[in-house]
């Protein structure tokens, strides 16, 4: 089959690999039918993620048909249509059964590598270093899905590819990072990052009661899609002073509560910029924090930041002062995607979501590696990409 | 004392002559000495810590020109008197009762120690257990279970003839507040003493924790979700088989 594999930073190539098949009798082979790139793919793409090997197949977001189940599936049969959400998790462990979905207990075989790199591991995750398991992704022609019986869902026949595919990861991490805010009437939320999640946080957050919702980036042709398609107000922070705008738009109190949507390769300009760039070249700090440390500032007291943006490993220069002495909350963490599948979907069917205006860019998975560097570059007004495997691209 | 553990090639090389060891020989152990410590130490089980611990003394055999354990030099055959301890603890999301049944069963202790052939009950509370970390290197030997508390506790010692003398033992404690069970499985090893017995203990300190735990996480993955992750067999875009990162 035709796979994106990783083979060093800023090279993805589209090789032909084996099949996969079922290793556990809990697992399933789904044949890909739309597969997405990430946001967080380009940490890896950058080289910033440790424990990439040369042909990890990429990929987290995809979703598609049932091709194989193994002897313990007996919730999906063959040609079911699904999508999969990107933690792998058993359903069974303390964790899962708290709704935790993204902590599972049990789904990462390199559990020893994460547990020496921060304390305990976190679920496996599709394509996303052997930290996360060494899961092969879905950026490819068929991909296994562990505990198939648990994580995918079967879509119904009204909601289309283009709109299923982000029940995987973008939607519902927007979603979570709106839902961790504990949106109260009258709620400002300003989010940094107009990026797919930033747009489907804003919207999460209108659609959770807030008052207004302030997006902040400096790239036009996303700032227009927050304004337009998700009914933002926004900041264009090359523009303007983001904390001292904040507090002219809030009547001085500040937004209630601040979602960072950008995440470890967050990009700003001047002195800062420049520190953190170096340090992260060298890999004295694995992210360059500076929405975090904006919003931190910005938050009023007593209000909430709410991570989406992932972070990996260290990052530098937080303003704890500012975050303790103004009794912030901080809810983070890898979306519990299986908690959010229903409603969302629900959501998606009933109209009030649809989360298909995000895709700017639809090619075959025979051009990932083009796709790639013209997502990482933002070029040609580039918000997101979605691949067709070569077999569907055809015929569609 | 038997000879070196029963790994079938030394053992046959050491009985052909009660001499020092031949120049040829200590190049042979050298070489096999070295590839079965090396080996012993990419195997994730408790099984291949004893064959890089045999490893080891194959080297120090070759490396001194004697075979101390042949003309029974009580510096390497006399054991430690401190035992080396490695425990690990996990909590598994079952009921006492079911996690003492799974440990107690032989069969699902094969499960977790993946060089681990077979074992066999051989009467009351005694196993014979046979591995082959490598071909034609078949390593065997009896434990039986010297103290047995459905629910709560299990203890296992290796026979009296073993090279180097352990016991394990595993113990069940309701976690608080509907968590499970906290599953603590404890190694006690007590090794040869001497230059063998120091490189044993090295051996031990730097893998054996994280192998315990190993063991541990595919036991708490058999009882909750019922088979052990993997991603062993999955596709890549490598040439070779999956790369393990250790």
């Given at each position: 089959m035709r796979a994106v594999c990783w083979h060093g930073v800023h090279d993805v190539r589209v090789e032909t690999v084996p099949q996969p098949r079922i290793l556990n009798p809990r697992d399933a082979i789904i044949q890909v039918t739309l597969t997405s790139i990430c946001g967080s793919d380009l940490h890896l793409y950058d080289g910033y993620v440790p424990s990439m090997l040369p042909g990890d197949i990429l990929g987290h977001e995809f979703m598609g048909r049932v091709v194989e189940v193994g002897g313990e599936v007996q919730n999906l049969e063959i040609g079911d249509r699904v999508v999969v959400p990107f933690p792998i998790a058993c359903g069974q462990c303390y964790f899962c059964r708290h709704e935790m979905w993204s902590l599972c207990d049990n789904s990462n075989p390199k559990a020893w590598m994460a547990e020496a790199v921060y304390g305990y591991s976190p679920a496996g995750i599709y394509g996303y270093s052997h930290l996360m398991g060494g899961y092969a992704g879905g950026q490819a022609e068929y991909v296994r899905v562990p505990f198939a019986d648990v994580g995918p869902m079967k879509v119904p026949e009204d909601v289309v590819d283009e709109q299923a595919i982000f029940l995987t990861d973008t939607l519902p991490t927007g979603y979570m990072a709106a839902e961790n805010c504990a949106i109260k009437a009258g709620d400002t939320v300003a989010v940094w990052g107009c990026g797919p999640v930033g747009q489907f946080a804003i919207l999460s957050a209108y659609l959770l009661g807030a008052e207004r919702v302030i997006g902040i980036d400096t790239v036009p042709e996303r700032l227009a899609m927050a304004r337009e398609h998700a009914g933002a107000e926004t900041l264009d922070y090359e523009a303007t002073s983001v904390v001292a705008s904040l507090k002219e738009l809030t009547g001085g109190r500040g937004p209630d509560a601040c979602i960072d949507a950008a995440g470890m390769e967050a990009s700003h300009g001047g002195l800062e910029g420049l520190y953190d760039k170096v340090k992260q070249a060298v890999r004295l700090e694995t992210g360059r924090p500076h929405a975090l440390r904006e919003a931190i500032q910005a938050c009023r007291k007593g209000g909430v930041l709410s991570l989406a943006g992932v972070y990996g490993g260290v990052i530098d220069k937080v303003p704890m002062g500012a975050a303790f002495n103004k009794a912030l909350t901080f809810k983070m963490g890898q979306t519990h995607v299986h908690k959010y599948l229903r409603p969302l979907l629900e959501h998606i069917q009933q109209g009030r979501?649809?989360?298909?205006?995000?895709?700017?860019h639809r090619m075959s998975l025979e051009d990932a590696a083009q796709a790639y560097e013209m997502f990482k570059h933002k070029e040609d007004g580039c918000v997101k990409v979605v691949l067709q495997p070569a077999a569907y691209w055809a015929s569609s | 004392m038997s000879d070196v553990a029963n790994i079938n090639g030394y053992t046959e090389s050491q009985d052909r002559s009660d001499l020092d060891v031949t120049v040829g020989e200590r190049l042979l152990t050298i070489v096999g000495g070295g590839a079965l410590a090396w080996y012993g130490l990419s195997r994730r089980s408790l099984l291949g810590l004893a064959t890089a611990a045999v490893g080891g003394y194959a080297i120090y055999r070759s490396a001194t020109g004697h075979a101390p354990v042949r003309e029974g030099l009580s510096l390497v055959m006399s054991p430690a008197e401190q035992p080396m301890v490695v425990e690990e603890t996990i909590t598994i999301n079952k009921s006492a009762d079911e996690v003492y049944t799974f440990f107690r069963n032989p069969e699902n202790l094969v499960r977790l120690m993946?060089?681990?052939e077979s074992v066999e009950v051989q009467g009351e509370g005694w196993f014979r257990w046979i591995a082959e970390p490598i071909p034609g290197a078949e390593v065997v030997w009896h434990e039986d279970i010297v103290e047995d508390r459905p629910g709560e506790r299990i203890v296992w010692r290796v026979a009296p003839d073993a090279d180097i003398d352990s016991h394990a033992s595993v113990t069940f404690t309701p976690a608080p507040g509907e968590r499970g069970v906290e599953t603590r499985l404890r190694f006690e090893v007590y090794p040869p003493g001497g230059a063998v017995g120091a490189a044993v203990a090295g051996l031990f300190d730097s893998i054996a924790a994280k192998r315990v735990k190993q063991y541990l996480r595919h036991a708490k993955q058999l009882l909750e979700t019922g088979e052990i992750a993997t991603v062993e067999g999955q596709s890549s875009g490598r040439s070779d088989v999956e790369v393990e990162c250790w």
């Open positions: 979501l649809n989360p298909a205006f995000i895709i700017t | 993946d060089s681990v």
